[in-house]
């Protein structure tokens, strides 16, 4: 076995930003792959253990059906244009007010229909050691877009290892809710904690992901540390953040968008370009950067039925009407 040490893309460097040391990073890597080599041992073996408080190692290669081929929205805009309402309404307010909320340890807490129950601390849940990176488009129901590298793994074979009961249809997550350090959740403006929820066929295809970091680094919190969802095919505010709870449920279970207004948000909300909020048009959206936020969204271009997924999930949908159930 060829056992290389670990390469300097591997290090933290604070002279480089993290999208240029990402850039980097995948064109070494693209590089070392070409040359036929293994490349993936010795970080995972330094990876190993506790989670690494910045920088991943290098990541699991992902399948291209995984992977968007268009430019990631720089690092910038993806870390301060942010939706996250329990640190506030303003899409500067979650990179500006979440520093004092602390991620590390963390454990989630599964409940409800499944054989497996109880506490987990996250390194029992997430393998550290077989992260991939997904670029995925990101549509936000307020008709912007961007593209996002999240580093994590597939979301099915984690709910798997719970076995869910023969009665779990759907499958509920809830972020924590820490309301001293979460100033946004002093105002009632959403049922806290914020809840989110799936069906478990939706849940279990293979594009649902659980992301512990972004551009190859740890999640900053405003992105969800320590542990998201990520659900392309649909409405950004389904890809809920900070997850400490996961319940198996026979029932369609409450979401804290559609609680608040179930007229403007359904339980699906995947991406449709024919189904217009009741307030706004969705068949176009805003693409977000090069620069950050409102300034950088100058770009539009036309909604994708299931935001581009639709030859991997439409067939979820099968025979159902996507207007009535939005
Ligand atoms: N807990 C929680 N999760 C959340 C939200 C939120 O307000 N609270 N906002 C959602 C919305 S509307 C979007 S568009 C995405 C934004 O993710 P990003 O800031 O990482 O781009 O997070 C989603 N997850
Ligand atoms: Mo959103």
């Known amino acids: ?131 991939e990176e997904r670029i995925y488009r990101h549509r936000c129901v307020e008709a912007w877009s961007m593209v996002i590298p999240w580093v994590g793994v597939p979301l099915g074979p984690v709910l798997h290892r719970f076995a869910p009961t023969s009665h779990a249809r759907f499958v509920q997550f809830f972020t924590r809710w820490e309301r001293k350090n979460m100033p946004g959740t002093f105002w009632p403006v959403l049922k806290w904690p914020y809840r989110e929820g799936l069906r478990l066929d939706e849940a279990m295809h293979p594009l649902a992901f659980l992301a512990v970091g972004v551009y190859g680094r740890v999640l900053p919190n405003q992105n969800g540390a320590p542990l998201r969802l990520v659900v392309p095919w649909k409405y950004g505010y389904k890809s809920i953040k900070s997850i400490d709870r996961i319940v198996f449920t026979r029932n369609q279970p409450q979401t804290s968008w559609n609680m608040s207004n179930p007229r403007e948000y359904g339980f699906y909300s995947n991406v449709n370009p024919h189904v217009d909020h009741p307030r706004w048009s969705q068949a176009s959206e805003r693409v977000i950067g090069p620069q950050t936020g409102l300034a950088g969204a100058l770009a539009r271009r036309k909604t994708q039925m299931f935001n581009g997924y639709g030859d991997a999930v439409a067939r979820l949908y099968a025979g159902m009407d996507l207007r009535k159930y939005h």
């Open 1 to 131: 076995m060829l056992i290389r040490r670990p390469p300097a893309f591997a290090l933290r460097d604070n002279a480089v930003t993290p999208q240029s040391a990402w850039l980097n990073r995948r064109h070494v890597l693209a590089a070392l792959a070409a040359a036929g080599g293994s490349l993936a041992l010795p970080e995972r073996a330094a990876a190993r253990g506790a989670p690494p408080q910045d920088a991943f190692a290098p990541l699991k290669s992902t399948p291209t059906a995984y992977t968007v081929a268009d430019p990631p929205t720089p690092w910038e805009a993806v870390t301060t244009y942010n939706n996250y309402y329990e640190f506030g309404t303003g899409k500067g307010d979650p990179a500006r007010r979440s520093g004092r909320y602390v991620t590390r340890p963390w454990s989630v807490t599964v409940e409800g229909e499944a054989h497996k129950t109880g506490t987990f601390a996250l390194e029992d849940l997430i393998d550290f050691n077989a992260l």
